[in-house]
């Protein structure tokens, strides 16, 4: 088994409303700053022993699925790292 860190960012999917984003985008024009498009995301470091990097990608990409993520609403990324 080898030691790895898998990095799942979770993010509301393009059209669905994400009220922190846009409190903070209009916080940030405010600023003086111009955006085009703001998303708020979420980001999960998972630390695991895995056979595979493939492997803790697989049980990372589940996690999400059954918990970290609605999958209706939020689109994920998995990136797996070795420790």
């Given amino acids: 088994m080898t030691a790895y860190t898998a990095t799942v960012e979770v993010r509301l999917k393009h059209g669905v409303l994400d009220p922190e984003a846009e409190t903070t985008g209009r916080a940030l024009e405010r600023l003086g700053f111009e955006l085009e498009d703001l998303r708020a995301a979420d980001l999960f470091e998972v630390d695991l022993d895995a056979e595979s990097a493939d492997g803790a990608a697989e049980r990372a990409g589940e996690m999400a699925e059954r918990l970290l993520a609605n999958p ?11 420790r």
């Avoid at 209706?72 to 070795?82: A, L």
């Fill in 72 to 82: 209706t609403i939020h689109d994920y990324e998995v990136t797996v790292e070795e």
